[in-house]
């Protein structure tokens, strides 16, 4: 029997009823409802088309044909527990490993991100003996209460939350917004110092670190791209305390960033984690995930003699799709794609920038761009209220973008691989009417250098796609203060 198609009000109507409130929409005064997708459009129940330019989950396209056909063909045939011998699971092992050092040769399939990065945990403190883990300002990992603790992203929407003890907070590598910035000498190194007198202060006290965890390029934390050599340099500090290194590439591998497959591979051939966790585009949205790393780590956490076993981590039919979100991947050049699209998409945003200014920064690499808006460029006043302006008119125009970041203002891009230039320039056309008129309600010239701090855009309380409102007078002037709170939510959302 089909699945009945609802009403628009009644679908709002059950999910309030039946969902858990915590559980957000986009655009909650005004939700899109999705009824299907293919490449790097969504299609909502009228049949209007939307440009998505936020769903890294479709990795290769929503729906793509070689995907929905090797899942449906495995399906047909046998989906089981990996206790079963199966091809395609060491196949697929094969194949993964394949795109990274040698170094990291020993799988661990599982279901999402999240229980990535749980596993990854579990594997550090196994490993090491020690409990402390270091992370970054604005870090997000998960959901789950192993990584709450440490994704200061979610832990600081709590009201009175304190991290972990075994938790440590560095400072994210922003070179745009944190405190060395691109006018310091060597940033690489002034932030890695800072992980080093957190491990000398958790020792002082009697304390051991296990892993120091980061995304190879931070998403939630406002698309901050680390310094070259940050990563190397964090690496010998927390080797030398006894802990590893975790990359979290769940947004950014698989080709996203244009000139390698990897994010961590920015950095530099000499850097090599020690485990890398992946997800959402490993499965082109179907739940899958996995876990890599050394083959001493591995034997280290068999050696706990406790049996590792999870009922759908790598079953065929996940790993029979895995192997086509490879197979899309080479045959049509995506990674490639990310590069030059990616490279054109910010050629374009960059011009913006000359012409705008709102626009404080862009930054990113291949398809996994930020635009930063600014009140004021000179103080980097976080635009949070223009930002949201902006998502809703793109939304009203049928184009998909959102917003992140400790303030909210980080317009952010991670569009399916298949992204097109023709999308580029709609995209950055629809922005830049949209800037102008701001701006033309602001009375701000480029010639100006400053935005009254009191000054708003027509819509006097801009909420975010989520729902959540901003005052239009912005709530922090400085570029390195702390967060801002809405009175009337105490909360942000994961977007």
């Given amino acids: 029997m089909a699945t009945e198609n609802l009403d628009k009000q009644k679908t709002i109507d059950l999910r309030k009823k039946h969902v858990g409130p915590s559980c957000k929409v986009f655009f909650s005064h005004d939700p899109i409802k ?18 998505d330019c936020i769903n890294n989950v479709a990795h290769v396209g929503h729906c793509h044909p070689d995907v929905v056909e090797a899942g449906a063909k495995q399906m047909e045939l046998l989906n089981t527990n990996s206790r079963f011998l199966h091809d395609n699971l060491v196949l697929y092992a094969q194949r993964l490993q394949a795109t990274l050092p040698e170094k990291l040769s020993v799988c661990y399939f599982v279901n999402s991100g999240s229980e990535a990065n749980d596993l990854a945990l579990r594997l550090a403190w196994q490993y090491t003996g020690h409990k402390d883990i270091i992370t970054l300002e604005n870090a997000y990992h998960g959901h789950v209460s192993s990584l709450i603790d440490i994704s200061p992203y979610k832990f600081h929407q709590m009201a009175g939350a ?46 051991k670190i296990a892993a120091f965890i980061a995304e190879s390029l931070q998403s939630c934390g406002g698309q901050v791209i680390p310094p070259v050599g940050y990563f190397q340099k964090v690496a010998q500090h927390v080797r030398n305390a006894g802990g590893i290194f ?43 995930s996995c876990v890599i790393t050394t083959r001493e780590v591995a034997e280290s956490f068999m050696s706990c003699g406790m049996e590792y076993f999870n009922t759908f981590g790598g079953n065929p039919v996940s790993c029979a799709i895995g192997l086509a979100v490879l197979d899309v991947i080479e045959k049509e050049n995506l990674q490639g794609n990310a590069l030059h699209v990616g490279g054109y998409l910010t050629q374009l945003l ?48 049928r184009i998909l973008l959102s917003a992140d970041g400790p303030h909210r203002n980080i317009l952010k891009f991670k569009p399916p691989m298949c992204f097109s230039r023709e999308d580029a320039e709609l995209v950055v056309e629809k922005i830049d009417q949209i800037l102008t008129d701001l701006e033309n309600t602001l009375g701000l010239q480029m010639s100006e250098a400053v935005i009254s701090e009191n000054g708003h855009t027509k819509r006097k309380e801009p909420s975010d796609e989520n729902g959540l409102i901003h005052p239009s007078n912005g709530s922090s002037h400085n570029h390195t203060g702390t967060l801002p709170h809405d009175k009337k939510n105490k909360k942000r959302l994961k977007t």
């Fill in 350 to 397: 960059d011009d913006l920038k000359k012409r705008h200014p709102l626009v404080g920064d862009v930054r990113g690499r291949g398809l996994f761009i930020g635009l930063d808006l600014v009140r004021n460029r000179d103080k980097r006043t976080p635009a949070t209220a223009e930002a949201q302006d902006v998502i809703y008119r793109l939304k009203e125009q």
């Fill in 246 to 288: 975790i990359a979290d590439e769940v947004q950014v591998g698989f080709g996203r960033v244009g000139t390698h497959f990897w994010g961590f591979q920015l950095q530099g051939d000499d850097f090599v984690p020690d485990i890398v966790t992946m997800g959402k585009p490993i499965g082109n949205g179907h739940p899958m």
């Fill in 34 to 51: 999705i009824a299907k997708a293919r490449g790097q459009y969504m299609y909502n129940e009228k049949d209007e088309k939307y440009l």
């Fill in 162 to 207: 304190e991290p972990s003890q075994h938790v440590h907070v560095a400072l994210s590598p922003d070179i745009y917004r944190g405190k060395y910035c691109e006018d310091h000498p060597d940033p690489a190194t002034a932030y890695a110092e800072n992980v080093k007198d957190i491990i000398e202060q958790a020792h002082k006290k009697g304390r």
